[in-house]
C-alpha cells in the first residue's frame, strides 16, 4: 500500500491512484514489489528537522527516504520538501510539476537500490530518473 499525507503544507494536486500505479510499474522494472511505502510532503524547517534528528545532517533537502526493505519487497518512507522541490524547479529550469515528479520517484529508486551519493553513481540515479519519467510520458499523475 502506498499512501500520501502532509505536515504543515496542502496535498500537492496528484492523482493518487495513477501514481501509485506509475510507482509500481517502476519498481517492477527494477525487480521489486511495492509493499508499505508512506509519503510524507513537508515543508523545508520540517524536513531540516527530520534531517537533524535522524540522519545528524543540519541542512535542507528536497527527500530523504527510510528504507525498510525486505528481499525483493520494497518498504520505506520517503519525506519530501515541497519548498525545496520548488526552489529547485526555478534553480533548474523545470516545471514545479516535473520536479515533484522527479523527487518522488528518486525515493523509490533508492528503495530499488540505487544510491547517488558515490563516484559515479549521481549518473546512474539520473539516468534511472529519466527512463522512470519516460514510463510517465502522456500519463498525467496531476489532478487539473
Same mark, same amino acid.
Given at each position: 500500500?502506498?499512501?500520501?499525507n502532509v ?9 493518487? &491512484? ?11 522494472? $527494477?525487480? &521489486? ?5 508512506? =509519503? ?5 524547517? %520540517? ?6 534528528? =535522524?540522519?545528524g $545532517?543540519?541542512? =535542507? ?16 518512507? !520517503? ?6 522541490? &520548488? ?14 515528479? &522527479?523527487?518522488i !520517484? $528518486? ?16 549518473e ?6 529519466? %527512463? ?8 498525467? !499523475?496531476?489532478?487539473?
Amino acid at each position: 500500500m502506498i499512501t500520501y499525507n502532509v505536515d504543515g503544507v496542502k496535498m500537492p494536486k496528484i492523482k493518487k &491512484r495513477d501514481t501509485s500505479a506509475w510507482i509500481r510499474k517502476v519498481a517492477a522494472s $527494477h525487480g &521489486r514489489k511495492v509493499g508499505e511505502i508512506g =509519503y510524507m510532503f513537508v515543508d523545508d524547517e %520540517k524536513i531540516l528537522e527530520v534531517n537533524n534528528e =535522524y540522519l545528524g $545532517h543540519d541542512y =535542507y533537502t528536497d527527500v530523504i527516504t527510510f528504507d525498510y526493505d525486505e528481499d525483493d519487497v520494497i518498504n520505506g518512507d !520517503i519525506v519530501i520538501s515541497l519548498d525545496t522541490v &520548488r526552489t529547485n524547479a526555478e534553480q533548474f529550469g523545470k516545471t514545479y510539476d516535473d520536479e515533484l515528479h &522527479r523527487v518522488i !520517484i $528518486h525515493g523509490i529508486l533508492h528503495l530499488c537500490g540505487i544510491n547517488d551519493k558515490g563516484p559515479g553513481e549521481r549518473e546512474i540515479m539520473e539516468e534511472n530518473e529519466n %527512463k522512470a519519467l519516460a514510463l510517465l510520458e502522456g500519463a498525467s !499523475i496531476l489532478k487539473k
